[in-house]
Structure formats: structure tokens, C-alpha cells
């Protein structure tokens, strides 16, 4: 089977989020969806591992209000040791499901800086990449610009629906007392 990789904090799971794991595998191409709530992203700084069964809980739930979606809430990096690095996830699943094949899904603000993600090149080289469009990011630069460095990288760029909003604003509008229900899956 051909996984879509969606890992991320999640912090909540919103609209733009769904919209994205709909696409992978209506018109992406994925026969499935593997979602990975990271406990600590190690490029992260105010999202702690303390909120990781919390945020883990409520992906599984917002999945199961979505039985229409290929996707698996996967445990994977629950279980494994810190730090959260994407290359060691990807071996894991790998390793646990040979069979399998497994691409990594970011969005272009992840691309524009992946040079700092741990063993980068091996992500694009073992793995690829599947990038999803955010407002304010040049997808086919950042991609060129990668390519450049090496040709035979894989980093495919799809026309996703581009919703705007973010986790941080969801959080931020509630801090401030506003309604964000409508943004939350």
C-alpha cells in the first residue's frame, strides 16, 4: 500500500487538517493516511510532551467523527524514545510494515526550512515528500532550490485545498475568549 505520512503536533486538529487527509486520499494518490501526533517536535518550542495523550485522544476521536476518511491515528511515536526526529519515524514504520511504502506529507512552510529537519536528505531520497501549499510560501522555489542539491530528491507538490487557518490560531482566538469551535474537527 502507498501511506501518506501526516505527522504533526496537532495542537488542536482543525478544518485544514481534514481537508488535506481527504485529498491524499481522494485525488493524492495514497491508499491511506498514517497521522502521527509527535509528543515534542524537536523544532518546536511551547508544545510540550504533557500534552501528547491529550492531543493523541483527540485525534482518535476527530477520526471517528470521520468514518468516510482513510486514516489511521498510528501510536507509533508514543512509544518511542526522544527526540521525535521524522527520518527515525519513518524507519520505524518501515521496519514495521516492509511491505509497505511511505511518503512524508508537509506543508510549504515545513519545505522552506526542511534543511534543518535531521538526515533531510535521506527523508527525500529513502521517502519523499508531499507538499501541501500555505499562504505566503513559494512551493516550486523551495523545491527547485532542494532539487538543486540533488536531483534525484523526491518532492511532489499537490494542489490541496489551502484553508486558512493554523493551530496557533485557533489557540490564540481562544486565549483571547473568542469562538473557534467552527475552525476544530
Excluded at 501510536?75 to 526526529?85: F, G, S
Excluded at 512552510?109 to 513559494?138: S, T
Aim: hydrophobic share 35%; glycine share 6%; proline share 5%.
Amino acid at each position: 500500500m502507498k501511506i501518506a505520512v501526516y505527522s504533526g503536533s496537532f495542537n488542536p486538529l482543525h478544518k485544514g487538517h481534514l481537508a488535506i487527509m481527504e485529498y491524499l486520499t481522494s485525488c493524492g494518490g495514497f491508499d491511506c493516511v498514517y497521522m502521527i501526533v509527535s509528543p515534542k517536535n524537536p523544532l518546536k518550542e511551547g508544545i510540550g510532551v504533557d500534552s501528547a495523550a491529550e492531543r493523541f485522544s483527540a485525534a482518535v476521536e476527530a477520526v471517528r467523527r470521520h468514518p468516510e476518511l482513510k486514516v489511521k491515528v498510528d501510536d507509533i511515536e508514543m512509544t518511542m524514545e526522544p527526540p521525535h526526529y521524522t527520518v527515525r519515524t519513518l524507519d520505524a514504520l518501515k521496519a514495521r510494515e516492509p511491505e509497505n511504502s511511505f511518503t512524508l506529507v508537509i506543508g510549504a512552510d515545513n519545505l522552506a526550512d526542511f534543511r534543518r529537519w535531521r538526515d533531510y536528505g535521506r527523508i527525500l531520497e529513502e521517502y519523499g515528500v508531499c507538499v501541501y501549499p500555505r499562504k505566503g510560501f513559494d512551493l516550486d522555489a523551495d523545491r527547485k532550490d532542494l532539487l538543486k542539491e540533488n536531483p534525484d530528491y523526491s518532492i511532489a507538490l499537490i494542489d490541496a485545498p489551502m484553508v486558512n487557518v493554523s493551530s496557533t490560531q485557533i489557540r490564540e482566538g481562544e486565549a483571547a475568549g473568542k469562538d473557534m469551535s467552527d475552525y476544530r474537527i
